[in-house]
């Protein structure tokens, strides 16, 4: 079933149905062809009625004059999981004939349309952007792993499938480990939030808890906050999350930087390249979104200086606020004379022009007196390059 929503008619039971065999299901609907479509698919066990769906929904019509189209396949969904694989390849194919209808009848533009499907949503938006010559734009929020990870880009959501594909990786964990989602790149920008494996705030939930899929669904909570949010989530490119937090990666400096989310097409890779990854931290709770800091310490190799163990803290004072005192270490760590140490800090809020930085160092025995001598400090705004 596909569901129309606009802002003629944006309530979630204000919906008009189209019918792909029903030209009047269309002539007699707001569908604008003059206005950008968004489609929206859900996944597994779920269906169009879903409230992040209708949150999704809502959310787009506030950011923009759109056609949203909420797509519901839920009798081919609530079925055995092998079977509801072999749907994706019909749904797909329904949809694509949607699209070329609404072009035939309503004069569309399939390059204005743009598909965000979830788990197996984003196959299935990828099934339908084959069939489609020019299809606007594919993002996928976690694609399903299992029946797809690792196989021909035939059966998988993957680059070729539209004129711009972005995917949201959140649950990248080995089948054998319960993870749901792909970890492999299948777009031209793949996002990696917190690495892609684990999400903050899903750490103690497994599959027997109360949310079994906590990770899997973050992937569109996640685009959700994104569309109208005035934290950018922004993304740094990179080959890995150990070079992401090693600081190898900050500044935003020649296109190394992109948008997770809404508006990832904002800052798209080079025509010709794919499967390029970007990586970025956020937050367990909402809001998610988050600004990234590079704090670069150098301790000084003086005669009375030596090895100690325990917790470094920082904060951060700028023009809009401060960070307060966050430890750069997970746990207690060694520190040496001589050596230099990378962290990336992230706050909830844009601190502004930096303009003083505190840092204390908790030893793990109180007893010794500390030798430890900062010979540089150094900090990168991640957005702005700002030292």
């Avoid at 070329?100 to 399939?110: F, H, I, R, S, W």
């Avoid at 600081?247 to 190394?256: N, T, V, Y």
Wanted: aromatic share 10%.
């Amino acid at each position: 079933m596909f569901r129309l929503f606009t802002r003629q008619n944006e309530g979630d039971t204000l919906f008009q149905t189209l019918l792909v065999e029903d030209a009047m299901s269309i002539t007699n609907s707001n569908f604008d062809h003059a206005k950008p479509t968004k489609m929206v698919v859900h996944g597994f066990r779920s269906s169009g009625l879903e409230s992040w769906m209708m949150r999704m929904k809502n959310e787009l019509l506030k950011a923009g004059d759109f056609n949203v189209i909420l797509i519901d396949w839920a009798n081919g969904a609530n079925v055995s999981y092998n079977q509801a694989t072999v749907n994706t390849r019909v749904v797909g194919a329904v949809i694509a004939k949607l699209i070329t209808v609404l072009k035939e009848q309503a004069g569309a533009n399939p390059e204005d349309f743009h598909i965000i499907g979830h788990s197996l949503g984003a196959h299935i938006s990828g099934y339908a952007g084959e069939r489609l010559p020019n299809l606007g734009r594919i993002t996928g929020l976690d694609p399903a792993a299992l029946n797809f990870e690792n196989k021909n880009k035939m059966v998988r959501l993957d680059p070729t499938d539209a004129i711009f594909v972005d995917v949201i990786h959140t649950d990248g964990r080995s089948i054998l480990l319960l993870g749901l989602g792909m970890f492999e790149a299948v777009g031209h920008a793949d996002y990696y939030p917190n690495g892609g494996l684990v999400q903050p705030g899903c750490m103690t939930l497994n599959i027997f808890g109360n949310n079994p899929v906590c990770r899997h669904l973050r992937a569109y909570e996640y685009f959700i906050e994104s569309i109208n949010s005035e934290c950018p989530f922004q993304g740094y490119r990179c080959k890995s999350y150990k070079d992401f937090k090693q600081g190898l990666c900050l500044p935003c400096s020649d296109e190394k930087c992109g948008y997770m989310g809404f508006h990832a097409d904002k800052a798209k890779p080079h025509t010709e390249e794919t499967k390029v990854t970007y990586f970025l931290d956020t937050g367990g709770s909402k809001p998610f979104c988050r600004y990234h800091y590079q704090i670069t310490v150098s301790l000084a190799n003086v005669a009375d200086s030596r090895t100690e163990n325990g917790k470094l803290l920082v904060n951060l004072m700028g023009s809009n606020g401060n960070l307060g005192d966050t430890s750069v270490t997970s746990g207690d760590i060694d520190i040496e004379p001589g050596k230099t140490y990378v962290y990336i800090v992230t706050s909830p809020h844009d601190l502004g022009i930096l303009n003083t930085v505190t840092v204390s160092w908790l030893r793990s025995k109180k007893e010794t007196p500390s030798n430890i001598f900062i010979e540089e400090l150094k900090i990168v705004n991640g957005v702005s390059s700002e030292m």
